[in-house]
């Protein structure tokens, strides 16, 4: 007596094919859970990344030059206003602000205001990342010295970050 088995043969394809299934399913569901568990490292760390910036002890350092020669240098600690003296007939092109936050040189508009008795003189604008140099041109400048000789001109800057401004120095020009 010959018994047949064939007509087990489709339920063990079956079978085969429903456990092959189930471990793609598993599979499938272990990479998901991993790129959730990623995302949410992700967020955590970048959460704990940001609430460490916010309170980081950070000092605003900063450089003003006639071309390559400093004028003065400051920080954001600094009570005194330090000033920078420019003759009428010197020989520049421009004048160089140099800002460093140690915490951050993304672009962002800047602008540069020259004041004398609370009335903006001149305004220079820009739109860069905080670290490059801002150029003050001579030749805009210019237009201001002969009506402000021998004044103390407050320089201001304003960025995203400062967004009401901070004096950062003051300019004498003279003949």
């Known amino acids: 007596m010959k018994i ?6 489709p339920i063990l394809f079956m079978l085969i094919n429903s456990s092959q299934e189930m471990i ?3 599979d499938f569901n272990l990479r998901k859970i991993a ?3 990623t995302i949410l490292n992700f ?3 970048n959460l704990v990344y940001q609430q460490r910036v916010i309170v980081a002890d950070t000092i605003t350092n900063w450089q003003f030059y006639k071309d390559s020669e400093l004028l003065f240098k400051s920080n954001i600690l600094d009570s005194n206003r330090l000033a920078g003296t420019v003759k009428t007939n010197d020989n520049y092109k ?3 602000f140099k800002l460093f936050y140690d915490f951050n040189n993304q672009i962002m508009d800047r602008k540069i205001e020259l004041i004398y008795n609370n009335k903006i003189l001149i305004a220079f604008k820009d ?3 905080s670290h490059v ?3 003050l041109s001579k030749n805009e400048i210019d237009k201001i010295i002969k009506a402000n000789i021998g004044k103390e001109i407050y320089i201001n800057y304003i960025d995203s970050i400062h967004k009401k401004g901070m004096i ?3 300019l004498n020009f003279i003949n």
Not at 4 to 9: A, C, D, E, G, P
């Open 4 to 9: 047949t088995y064939t007509f087990l043969i």
């Open 127 to 129: 739109k860069n990342r």
């Open 35 to 37: 790129e959730m568990k």
């Open 43 to 45: 967020k955590n760390n």
């Open 168 to 170: 950062i120095g003051v």
């Open 94 to 96: 421009f004048l160089i």
């Open 133 to 135: 140099p801002f150029l």
């Open 24 to 26: 793609r399913d598993y």
